[in-house]
């Protein structure tokens, strides 16, 4: 599982692409313990589109496999993981649209989920990117959780605690670990997991009376998502293969500008916190179109000054 | 004297039949009951006492009646109490019983306590219900009984389904509904109306994801949804699990959604078939059997007050109900077996507060979970940028490369070992250093040269590529003639 150091590479000794494997056998470990304990529980579909996904993730890890592989292996876990009942069943008012037909609400929950899930994988290009952004994910998951869910509440410790253990190798140079595909498609099935919950209509979320679901759900993954649509716009421009690995995501331009990976991270991290906050803020004041279009403005201020 | 004689032929008649599937204890009890109700008391008003004295054990039920008034079922018939004047009249059934109710098969070894009742109240005197008719189910689900008009009458065609043990049995725009319920060896969440033209129940289909189960919940209806909670799910053999959760069933778009978490003080407490709730002016009073406690639920403003149960309603077994503001109960002597009837105004209950609380977690908890979070990232953030800059620190020196996690330098011999000596000390006098250029048959003007040459060009590229000096050249300082080379303090240097 050593990551061979190449051209595109950042690192200059030996890493393992370890994390992700690692991650998992924490995250079962701790599901076994709160599940004995009854306090956890996840829906067992759920539960199985995560293993298939660290297999997939292992898989990819020690045999690279084709991208054409691996899309058709994200779409049967994400098929499995609809299984669970949690999709996207409702646009929650945008476009005017509230209860989606259920063949629509599967084709769009299944949809998002590869984004999702491929997002997260796109960014873990430079140290601790995917996971700082992902303990954002989960910490503000958390509270949301802690409001409504008893069972699922303790699955955010538990992969955050995963995380930061990691994140400690992450950063160092003589034990380095990477993220690997296990780990960065593990997150992002677990984050498209609660994106489900948090946008299927039965769900209590907290900030309804604060903000649109599916706006705060955007917002809260901002970052991957600008970057992969910008990333596959720029490609298809350029008449390449959308899925070719390069260096044109946004945190290489960080990296070009001379900023090491730790202080990119964290630039982007505050980042996107800052697009949350000033989203959450907005639309207490501000209708939902007026709060987007100041988003917008908000965000292209932001490409200037940080990433152009 | 041919009245006594066919009063005395039907009670004989009705405890051979008792016999068969009551106890010994109770059918004495029963027995008891009936011979004192062989009194006609049609014409005699009975006070609060006598009608405790005669309801001996357990089989009898309060239910509600128009106006001020109340009924107590018996088996033989009924009181019509007063909730004002506190004064009964009993009336004898103008039909015998169903047969079913003495054939009850539930854990209970009598029949009308097992009953779940509901009155069915509507403002419209046109509608199907009015505030005189009570529906008794029978446990399970399935039969359906009337009690209007001084009788008891079986209302449905259906059978005695026993899918529906201790569901939701409660009434929305004059329709009957019974919602989950225990029933061949697993929790249902299932909603079933009663059809009164065909005398069935019907399966509605819902939408939205359901609880698991419902068993024994907390319900009451508001606007166009049913709200639930505190109630047990059980799956297929399994130990039944408290669900902590509020949910909502909308009965218009029959869809479910799920409310939030309910605060463990109140869920924590242990449900059993025995708890009671009223709904009064919009909120749920709640008796918990396992404890003196009375809880007052709140959902609109999400407030949850504990009171005092001092008016025993914990002693009643699930045998009370609230009449204009006052909670009709009877409490139970365990020492002979007999009931009170005693009333409780409720407008002095907030003298009895113990504690009010939020009832279900909301967003000052979801505001303090992200202040912990962001403070548990703030220091993730810290000890990864002390662990990082440890880390910035840190160079490896090979035979021919200088490098560290992100970027490497290649060095000449002469510089592989220069550098070579700052692994194993971080200041080297100057001619320890001019000793490894020296050479046979050269100056030490020469060596000088090299060292200098070796050192600029090391710093030059080591600056280019990690954007600091390497090696400081500084005076020594007990004798400020010397010269020393010092690593940079920013730098460690390893070597692999």
């Given at each position: ?308 | ?10 009670f004989l008649a009705f405890s051979q ?339 009010e609380e939020y009832f279900i977690r ?31 620190k840190s160079y490896f020196v090979s ?98």
């Amino acid at each position: 599982m050593f990551d061979p150091i190449t051209d595109r590479s950042s690192h200059r000794l030996n890493a393992t692409r370890s994390g992700g494997l690692a991650m998992f056998f924490t995250f079962c470990v701790c599901y076994g313990v709160g599940k004995a304990t009854g306090l956890i529980d996840i829906n067992l579909y759920a539960l199985l589109c995560f293993c298939l996904i660290a297999l997939i993730g292992v898989g990819d890890d020690l045999f690279n496999l084709k991208y054409r592989e691996k899309f058709f292996l994200q779409v049967f876990a994400g098929i499995v993981l609809l299984q669970s009942g949690y999709m996207i069943d409702s646009f929650h008012g945008i476009f005017g649209i509230e209860a989606l037909p259920y063949a629509v609400s599967v084709a769009i929950s299944l949809f998002v989920f590869i984004v999702v899930v491929n997002s997260l994988n796109l960014i873990d290009g430079i140290d601790g990117l995917a996971s700082l952004l992902s303990l954002k994910f989960f910490f503000v998951m958390g509270a949301i959780l802690s409001v409504s869910s008893k069972e699922m509440e303790l699955v955010v410790p538990a992969v955050a605690g995963a995380l930061v253990g990691f994140l400690a190798y992450n950063f160092n140079p003589n034990k380095k670990v990477f993220l690997g595909d296990t780990g960065s498609l593990l997150l992002g099935s677990v984050m498209a997991f609660f994106i489900f919950y948090t946008l299927k209509s039965s769900s209590f979320i907290v900030t309804d009376g604060y903000m649109s679901r599916p706006l705060f759900v955007i917002l809260l993954l901002i970052y991957p998502l600008a970057d992969t649509l910008r990333a596959f716009v720029i490609r298809v421009y350029k008449k390449q293969s959308p899925f070719v690995a390069d260096r044109i995501h946004l945190h290489h331009r960080l990296l070009n500008k001379g900023i090491s990976h730790w202080r990119a991270s964290v630039t982007i991290l505050i980042s996107s916190i800052s697009v949350l906050l000033v989203g959450f803020l907005l639309s207490q004041v501000f209708p939902l179109e007026v709060t987007v279009m100041i988003l917008f403005v908000y965000l292209s201020i932001l490409y200037y000054t940080v990433f152009k | 004297m041919i009245r006594l004689l066919f009063v005395l032929f039907c009670f004989l008649a009705f405890s051979q039949e008792e016999k068969r599937i009551v106890s010994e204890k109770v059918q004495e009890g029963l027995k008891k009951v009936v011979l004192a109700e062989l009194i006609p008391l049609n014409q005699k008003a009975l006070s609060n006492e006598e009608v405790s004295r005669r309801l001996i054990g357990d089989d009898f039920l309060i239910v509600n009646g128009p106006g001020n008034y109340f009924n107590i079922l018996t088996k033989s018939g009924y009181f019509l109490g007063n909730s004002k004047t506190k004064v009964f009249n009993f009336f004898r059934y103008k039909n015998p019983l169903p047969s079913e109710f003495l054939s009850l098969q539930t854990s209970a070894t009598t029949s009308l306590q097992a009953l779940v009742p509901l009155t069915v109240s509507s403002e419209s005197q046109r509608s199907q219900f009015n505030q005189r008719r009570v529906y008794l189910l029978y446990p399970g689900g399935g039969l359906l009984y009337e009690f209007f008009n001084g009788s008891i009458n079986r209302v449905d065609s259906s059978f005695a389904q026993r899918n529906q043990y201790a569901g939701a049995f409660f009434s929305y725009k004059n329709q009957l509904y019974l919602l989950g319920g225990y029933g061949f060896w697993k929790t249902k969440s299932i909603l079933t109306k009663f059809n009164f033209n065909s005398g069935d129940w019907e399966y509605i289909q819902t939408k939205g994801v359901a609880p698991d189960g419902i068993s024994n919940p907390i319900f009451t209806m508001k606007e166009n949804s049913l709200y639930l909670f505190d109630f047990f799910e059980r799956p297929q053999n399994q130990s039944p699990i408290k669900n902590p959760n509020l949910y909502s069933l909308n009965m218009e778009t029959l869809t479910w959604k799920k409310g939030g978490l309910i605060n463990p003080s109140f869920i924590g407490e242990k449900n059993t078939s025995g708890d009671r709730f009223f709904n009064i002016n919009g909120n749920v009073l709640v008796n918990k059997m396992e404890s003196p406690r009375v809880f007052e639920i709140d959902l609109d403003n999400n407030k949850i007050k504990k009171y005092a149960d001092n008016f025993l309603l914990y002693k009643s077994g699930g045998k009370s109900i609230v009449k204009n503001g006052i909670i009709i109960s009877s409490v139970r002597n365990t020492s002979n077996n007999t009931n009170s009837i005693t009333y409780y105004d409720l407008s002095d209950i907030d003298k009895s507060v113990i504690s009010e609380e939020y009832f279900i977690r909301g967003s000052i908890s979801f505001v303090n979970y992200l202040i912990g979070g962001g403070i548990a990232l703030i220091i993730i953030l810290i000890f990864l940028w002390l662990s990082n800059d440890r880390v910035s620190k840190s160079y490896f020196v090979s035979s021919n490369s200088l490098f560290n996690s992100l970027n490497q330098i290649n060095l000449d011999p002469d510089e592989a070992k220069v550098i070579l000596l700052f692994t194993k000390k971080e200041i080297i006098p100057n001619k320890e250093i001019l000793v490894l250029f020296e050479e046979k048959g050269k100056t030490k003007d020469f060596a000088t040269k090299r060292k200098n040459k070796t050192i600029e060009s090391l710093n030059k590229r080591f600056k280019r590529v990690f954007g600091k000096n390497i090696i400081v050249k500084e005076k020594d300082e007990l004798d400020s003639r010397l010269t020393n080379y010092a690593l940079n303090n920013k730098i460690n240097l390893f070597e692999k």
